[in-house]
């Protein structure tokens, strides 16, 4: 166990690191995440008891580092307090909501739906913030919910999962909660004491989970081994990585980072899993994928990557030095 100057020293070195590179630690953190999924469904456990031990096991590791952040930052003001309290109740219902999607829809398929998200968090920065909708978010919305719906199996029989169409409900339905976690933990990131926020975040749903209908402290070790593996790259290495960088990231560049999170849930599901979408369904999720990257760049920003691939398949085409000097 650090000392109270190791932990210090320990998470200053994090927030350096996570100040000078935050798109790599933005990443890391998003792939961290994109675990959750198939750990949680080699678990097997029910939404409320996957949700307690999700949030309550990183606790004991969390606990030091947010007493290093506070004797070197101060403590929680109670308005951030309740914000985190907040955040934490909402992340419980996104957890709640996703973990039920994943039975029926797939690890997968759940975490590029939960991705509706980018389009979610714009009407919420309209309402609370009065910031101006752009007008890539009313051009690709259309194509988002096209997408939603045939990643759901909508129009088809057959698509992959237990009951795809309830699952693309309770998947976006954990979206609405996730976008509003994703709000409030962006706006708190900006005030310091994100460590402290988080475990607060934590806690509370943690407390929720163990309130909840069907929850069991006792899932058995194989399970409970999973649900360790979830706490400790989808929380603390995932969402801790997450809640340090976005404050020293724009929100488009960390809505469009957050999209390793669910490419890397397809691909590890599909390794893992086994999981096999229909093509309909890969068809709704590169509609998502795309309609949330449109959503979350800018117009300069799609430039300038256009730009850089124009610009690296020119090269390619060109013939080497020593060719064309003949």
Known sequence: MLNGSRRQRFLGAVSRGVRARPRSAMAVGALGVATSGVFIDLSGVAPATATFFRCALPLPLLWPLAGGERGREGALSWRQAAVAVTAGVLFAADALLWTRAIYEVGAGLTAV???????????????IDREPIRGAFLVVSPFLVAGILLTGGVFETGASGSDPVSGTVHAVLAALCYSAFLFLLRRGGHNGQVVQSYRVVLLSAAVVGALWPGVTFTPGWAALGWLALTAVCGQIGGWLLIALATAHLSSTVS??????????????????LGEQPTMLQ??????????AYA?????SGRRRITATVRKRLGDSRKPPPEIRSR
Do not use: D, E, R, Y
């Open 295 to 299: 959503a979350s760049t800018s117009g």
């Open 282 to 291: 890969l068809s709704g999720c590169a509609l998502i994928l795309v309609s």
């Open 113 to 127: 739906l939960v991705n509706a998200q980018v389009v979610i968090v714009p009407l919420l920065a309209l309402l």
């Open 255 to 272: 809505a469009a980072m957050l999209m390793l999170t669910p490419v890397g849930a397809l691909a590890l599901a599909a390794v893992v």
